[in-house]
């Protein structure tokens, strides 16, 4: 039988809902699933994880170096947990991605980046080339199969479930090179964007972080969570934890509105699973155009204005 | 100090990969190649933590076949010192690029090695990570800004939730996120320069390394086209449109 660890990726308050996309994932691949959550003080994550639906045990590894989620310190403790595990799965987040090939290689494997899809426990589906092909990969199942799990092709599953809490330690010896300074978030009470069902981004064609009010403005009236283009964010309009694409979140909501976005590749690879997109450009031959499920050609200082008063009278 | 730089020779990020016909790769044949993208930040990188005052012989390093050395001698026109291949035809993944770095990186001593955090062919977004694992070294992934003092890196990291700042200790791995730096272009000097700098082409099995676990690519699929392109002619008719699909 499999048995599958998943790793939890919390803030040090809350459970992360990339990690009830990550458990749906192990689910397809079946098996008795576990979930480890290091942290200095783990019981409200823990307790969030035990609802996790399909979930037989979370994994409490209390430790006061766990209090940063870094890298160094997290992988010799997951290499030594991972020991009778025949998967190991965390969300192709930031905080998957950078810890999931560190603890793959000390373990000796290769590992299978942004599952997407789940043949049989051996099989995966992943994109490569910004999403423009989907290869198929068969994984030696020796010692054990390393995955990070592309949330935007997974539902978050149910709430309903009751595992048990264990409190687990082990033996790791954690290095001191590494050590963190500070992360500067900006705080927002507007929807995250990773799980927002509704996102309105901006491009270049904003023009200035003044006139991103305008998206702000608009995405506030859809109650959607904002993004943002590469362009946008290297010119400074926005902080970089909105941008939307192959180098920064992909996401799948219900409707995303790309305003002055041009529909670059690279942006495109961060939307292809939005159920409806709406584009609004003035220029008529914009790429983005040819995947918008809605167009409009304007400009949007024209545009989003009129849109707010139209959105008032329903 | 000595840097080692990480150059991939990928398909150019300005085409639009198509999937061969009978699912065994992607067209390759007369397709424009060209470095990483994030390859070249890598390199800038290092050139600009010279620039600032820091001796540093830079070294690039790329694994792949005998074509690379066109991507390694415009590394080496950018400034990089001298460069070296490790040559093969077979699919290098991740954990046996790392490897092949490692022994590199034992080879020349290295005190900092930069690596693009993914590489826009198999956007895996792995190799730093074993290597530094490999290494038992600390890593700096994602990194948008690098501030250097005293062997240590103080190193600006773009996560989910904003930016996140870390201090480790060389010898350490960096990998570049886009916002790093934007690359010098190479002026036409420096390329007739580039060509009599040194190229050491290596073999995988010079090197002794142990050939790594891979990944079987059954089957390559192009992914499920949208049918967008309808365009509406007014905010009132967008409206209708976003109600028709259920999402007003
Ligand atoms: C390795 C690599 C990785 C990348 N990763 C990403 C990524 O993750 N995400 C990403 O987004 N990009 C990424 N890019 C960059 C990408 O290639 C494009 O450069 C970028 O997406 C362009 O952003 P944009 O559409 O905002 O700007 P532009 O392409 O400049 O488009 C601006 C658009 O605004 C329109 N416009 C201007 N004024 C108005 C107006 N008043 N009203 C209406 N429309 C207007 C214009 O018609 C134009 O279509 C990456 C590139 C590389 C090489």
């Given amino acids: 039988m499999n048995r599958i660890l998943v790793i939890a990726e919390h803030d040090g308050k809350k459970l992360n809902p990339a990690t009830a996309k990550a458990v749906s994932c192990a689910s397809a691949v079946g098996g008795e699933i576990d979930v480890a959550v290091f942290a200095a003080n783990a019981s409200a994550m823990a307790a969030a994880a035990a609802k996790l639906k399909g979930v037989k045990r979370v994994l409490k590894i209390e430790r006061a170096e766990n209090v940063h989620q870094l890298a160094a310190v997290l992988t010799p403790q997951i290499v030594k947990l991972a020991a ?17 090939p560190r603890a ?22 992943r994109p490569m080339y910004a999403g423009n092909a989907i290869v198929t990969v068969k994984v030696p199942p020796s010692p054990c199969i390393v995955a990070t799990v592309r949330t935007a092709s997974w539902q978050a599953c149910s709430e309903d479930g009751n595992a048990e809490i264990t409190a687990v330690s082990t033996d790791a010896v954690i290095p001191s090179h590494t050590r ?4 500067k978030a900006d705080v927002s009470d507007r929807p995250d964007l990773q799980s927002a069902p509704r996102v309105v981004s901006g491009g270049r064609g904003v023009g200035s972080k003044e006139n991103f009010a305008v998206i702000y403005k608009f995405a506030d009236k859809l109650g ?74 304007g400009d949007l200082f024209k545009i989003l204005p009129e849109l707010e008063k139209e959105l008032d009278k329903i | ?21 009978d699912g065994t790769g992607v067209v ?48 080496l026109a950018m400034g990089a010192d001298r460069a070296l291949l490790v040559q093969s035809t077979d699919t290098i993944q991740p954990l046996m690029a790392a490897r092949i770095f490692h022994e590199l990186v034992k080879r020349e001593n290295a005190d900092l090695v930069i690596l693009g955090k993914q590489a826009i062919d198999d956007d ?41 700042v870390i201090a480790v200790d060389l010898p350490a791995v960096l990998t570049t996120d886009l916002r790093l730096n934007t690359p010098r272009f190479v002026k036409m000097p420096d390329i007739m320069k580039a060509r009599s700098k040194p190229l050491q082409v290596l073999k995988p099995e010079e090197l002794g390394v142990i ?38």
């Fill in chain 2, 211 to 248: 050939t790594a676990p891979k990944l079987e690519a059954t089957n390559y699929a192009p992914p499920p086209q949208r049918v967008g392109g309808k365009k509406v002619e007014d905010v009132p008719a967008l409206i209708r449109a976003l109600k028709q699909r259920g999402v007003l």
């Fill in chain 1, 224 to 297: 959607a969570a904002v993004g943002a283009s590469r362009a946008a964010v290297d010119a400074g309009f926005v902080p970089n934890d909105l941008q939307v694409g192959q180098t920064g979140k992909i996401i799948a909501p219900e409707l995303y509105v790309a305003v002055g976005i041009s529909g670059a590749i690279q942006h495109l690879t961060g939307i292809k699973d939005a159920r409806t997109i709406v584009a609004i450009n003035k220029d008529p031959d914009a790429p983005i155009f040819q995947v918008a499920d809605i167009g409009l050609v």
């Fill in chain 2, 28 to 75: 390759s044949d007369g397709v424009k190649m060209g470095i990483n993208p994030f390859d070249e930040i890598a390199l800038e990188e290092a050139l600009r933590i010279r620039e600032r005052g820091t001796q540093a012989e830079i070294v690039a390093m790329s694994i792949g076949p005998a074509d690379c050395q066109q991507q390694l001698r415009t590394a």
């Fill in chain 1, 104 to 125: 793959a290689a000390f373990l000796g494997v290769q590992q299978v980046s942004d599952v997407m899809k789940v043949i049989d426990a051996t099989t995966f589906e």
């Fill in chain 1, 180 to 183: 963190f300074v500070e992360l």
């Fill in chain 2, 1 to 21: 100090m000595k840097i080692l730089v990480g150059i991939k020779r990928v398909i150019d990020f300005s085409v639009r990969v198509q999937v061969k016909k």
């Fill in chain 2, 124 to 164: 895996s977004n792995q190799t730093g990570q074993m290597l530094a694992a490999l290494w038992d070294r600390p890593q700096a992934t994602f990194a948008s800004k690098v501030e250097f003092k005293d062997k240590t890196l103080t190193v600006t990291r773009e996560v989910d939730a904003g930016l996140e």
């Fill in chain 1, 84 to 100: 009778g595990y025949t998967h190991v799965l965390a969300p192709s987040t930031t905080f998957g991605k950078d810890v999931l």
